[in-house]
């Protein structure tokens, strides 16, 4: 194992921040496997499964098991790492821009299209190599302007050519849950099954070019617009390690030893797999899932629990007006199991207050909240 510094360009004189990548295995052996944890960085249970992780990838090591090229990056944000206001964590927006910092990585599909014009040909494999080649030669000549462009920078050149990349968030209060592309379902349906999944939401471009579609969408989006044989040589997703206050050691290490079988699924450990359980939940559209809103203020009491399986017309919850004395019922638009809910507790109109995972699409456009 070796760590490699990558220094961020500094926002303010006098101040510099840096984010660490520990690499595994041969550079170049493949597959190549790319894990990074709290990309929104109040969301601390990735961290945890990353510091267990790493020390079972060393012991791997050690042993000589190491068949593939493994990157570990367990704190992916250290500008958002280092925002607090009022004492608490602000991690998923950037304070300078007030941007999501899943959000806005770079659209690799546009970038690299005139880049392989002529080069492609009937050979898949050739034609992954040109690919990666021309997003190699873009992210060279990318000039990050600020310290949030430059930290996107590091983390999108060290998994752009990765044939596996897992991003380790946590919800509120949630279930494990996973959120993928489509086209990467069946490379990452083993995951699903070890980690015990109670709900995966596929969609092709959900919006908002999140750093695990800027990794996974332009293969499928390319094989769509050329007439080339060109395969999902990317397969990313974001895997919702539960909720925010599920940090724990017994589950650190339980996680971290299912992303362990899974590397050893892909080839990239040597060692016997673990025997893969049921899959705990049959993947849904994320266009089917129904985020449950608040249409007035009041205090939030909830009825449903996460990963509980709701009816049509089930309760959600109630919010109650005290003063009024009124109480507003939530319930299920879609049946389903409740995967996430907030840990807020009073509820103003337009909060995102829980989500159930439907079956049958009926969302359009930007499929995932701010």
């Given at each position: 194992?070796?760590?490699?510094?990558?220094?961020?360009?500094?926002?303010?004189?006098?101040?510099?921040?840096?984010?660490?990548?520990?690499?595994?295995?041969?550079?170049?052996?493949?597959?190549?496997?790319?894990?990074?944890?709290?990309?929104?960085?109040?969301?601390?249970?990735?961290?945890?499964?990353?510091?267990?992780?790493?020390?079972?990838?060393?012991?791997?090591?050690?042993?000589?098991?190491?068949?593939?090229?493994?990157?570990?990056?367990?704190?992916?944000?250290?500008?958002?790492?280092?925002?607090?206001?009022?004492?608490?964590?602000?991690?998923?927006?950037?304070?300078?821009?007030?941007?999501?910092?899943?959000?806005?990585?770079?659209?690799?599909?546009?970038?690299?299209?005139?880049?392989?014009?002529?080069?492609?040909?009937?050979?898949?494999?050739?034609?992954?190599?040109?690919?990666?080649?021309?997003?190699?030669?873009?992210?060279?000549?990318?000039?990050?302007?600020?310290?949030?462009?430059?930290?996107?920078?590091?983390?999108?050149?060290?998994?752009?050519?990765?044939?596996?990349?897992?991003?380790?968030?946590?919800?509120?209060?949630?279930?494990?849950?996973?959120?993928?592309?489509?086209?990467?379902?069946?490379?990452?349906?083993?995951?699903?099954?070890?980690?015990?999944?109670?709900?995966?939401?596929?969609?092709?471009?959900?919006g908002g070019l999140s750093f695990d579609e800027s990794l996974s969408g332009p293969w499928w989006q390319?094989?769509?617009?050329?007439?080339?044989?060109?395969?999902?040589?990317?397969?990313?997703?974001?895997?919702?390690?539960?909720?925010?206050?599920?940090v724990s050691h017994a589950l650190g290490r339980a996680d971290a030893r299912a992303i362990l079988g899974?590397?050893?699924?892909?080839?990239?450990?040597?060692?016997?797999?673990?025997?893969?359980?049921?899959?705990?939940?049959?993947?849904?559209?994320?266009?089917?899932?129904?985020?449950?809103?608040?249409?007035?203020?009041?205090?939030?009491?909830?009825?449903?629990?996460?990963?509980?399986?709701?009816?049509?017309?089930?309760?959600?919850?109630?919010?109650?007006?005290?003063?009024?004395?009124?109480?507003?019922?939530?319930?299920?638009?879609?049946?389903?199991?409740?995967?996430?809910?907030?840990?807020?507790?009073?509820?103003?109109?337009?909060?995102?207050?829980?989500?159930?995972?439907?079956?049958?699409?009926?969302?359009?456009?930007?499929?995932?909240?701010?």
């Open positions: 194992m070796h760590r490699t510094d990558h220094v961020l360009r500094s926002q303010s004189i006098g101040s510099q921040k840096t984010l660490s990548s520990f690499h595994f295995g041969t550079p170049g052996a493949r597959p190549k496997v790319y894990i990074q944890a709290s990309l929104h960085a109040e969301e601390l249970p990735g961290m945890l499964v990353a510091y267990h992780l790493r020390r079972m990838l060393e012991q791997a090591e050690a042993q000589g098991h190491i068949q593939g090229e493994i990157i570990l990056v367990p704190l992916a944000n250290p500008i958002g790492q280092a925002q607090r206001v009022d004492h608490k964590p602000m991690g998923r927006f950037d304070l300078n821009t007030s941007e999501n910092f899943n959000r806005h990585f770079p659209d690799l599909c546009a970038a690299v299209l005139p880049l392989v014009e002529g080069k492609l040909g009937p050979d898949a494999a050739a034609n992954v190599a040109t690919i990666r080649q021309a997003m190699a030669t873009h992210l060279d000549a990318w000039q990050p302007a600020t310290e949030l462009a430059s930290q996107r920078k590091h983390l999108v050149s060290l998994a752009f050519d990765a044939d596996v990349v897992l991003d380790l968030h946590c919800d509120l209060e949630a279930v494990m849950h996973l959120y993928a592309e489509t086209p990467c379902w069946p490379a990452l349906e083993p995951l699903a099954r070890l980690l015990g999944a109670q709900a995966v939401l596929l969609a092709k471009n959900s390319l094989a769509e617009k050329l007439p080339y044989p060109i395969p999902q040589a990317c397969a990313s997703t974001t895997v919702e390690l539960r909720g925010e206050a599920d899974y590397l050893q699924h892909l080839g990239a450990l040597a060692g016997e797999p673990p025997v893969l359980p049921d899959l705990a939940c049959a993947a849904t559209p994320l266009a089917g899932a129904q985020y449950v809103k608040s249409p007035v203020p009041g205090v939030l009491v909830f009825a449903a629990q996460p990963g509980d399986h709701l009816a049509l017309g089930e309760l959600v919850a109630e919010i109650i007006d005290p003063v009024s004395g009124t109480v507003h019922a939530l319930r299920a638009e879609v049946p389903g199991v409740l995967y996430a809910r907030t840990t807020e507790r009073y509820a103003t109109p337009g909060d995102d207050l829980a989500n159930i995972a439907g079956s049958v699409p009926f969302r359009t456009g930007n499929l995932l909240g701010a």
